[in-house]
Nanobody
Framework: QAPLVESGGGLVQTGGSLTLSCVAN?????????????MGWYRRAPGKGREFIAN??????YYSDSVKGRFTISRDNGRNMLYLQMNTLKVEDTAVYYC?????????????WGQGTQVVVSP
């Protein structure tokens, strides 16, 4: 099983909503529990580099300015799950979305990224 598996992407119209999910393989957590990890969501838009958009840890939840007020990150530690509720979607939110530790590289290896889940927002 892959260390991190994202799902939930799709095609949505401007103003719509989607919820993304990510499951972390317990065997990839180095003997620690999932709640020990600061977890984040990242995205790569067409023609651009990967960018951080949100993270969650015991201290709280943090968002990039581009998604603040529209996206909500949450987690279910008992199920090793990470979520991203995306509301009021914009065309510029079109991207492949990835979950990973924050900073990246603590799950699955330094350079590991899952396959991501594609989100397309139409005008």
């Amino acid at each position: 099983q892959a260390p991190l598996v994202e799902s939930g992407g799709g095609l949505v119209q401007t103003g719509g909503s989607l919820t993304l999910s990510c499951v972390a393989n317990q065997g990839s957590l180095g003997g620690a529990s999932f709640d020990a990890y600061d977890m984040g969501w990242y995205r790569r838009a067409p023609g651009k580099g990967r960018e951080f958009i949100a993270n969650i840890n015991s201290g709280g939840r943090y968002y990039s300015d581009s998604v603040k007020g529209r996206f909500t990150i949450s987690r279910d530690n008992g199920r090793n799950m990470l979520y991203l509720q995306m509301n009021t979607l914009k065309v510029e939110d079109t991207a492949v979305y990835y979950c990973n530790s924050n900073p990246p590289g603590r799950i699955g290896g330094r350079d590991y990224w899952g396959q991501g889940t594609q989100v397309v927002v139409s005008p």
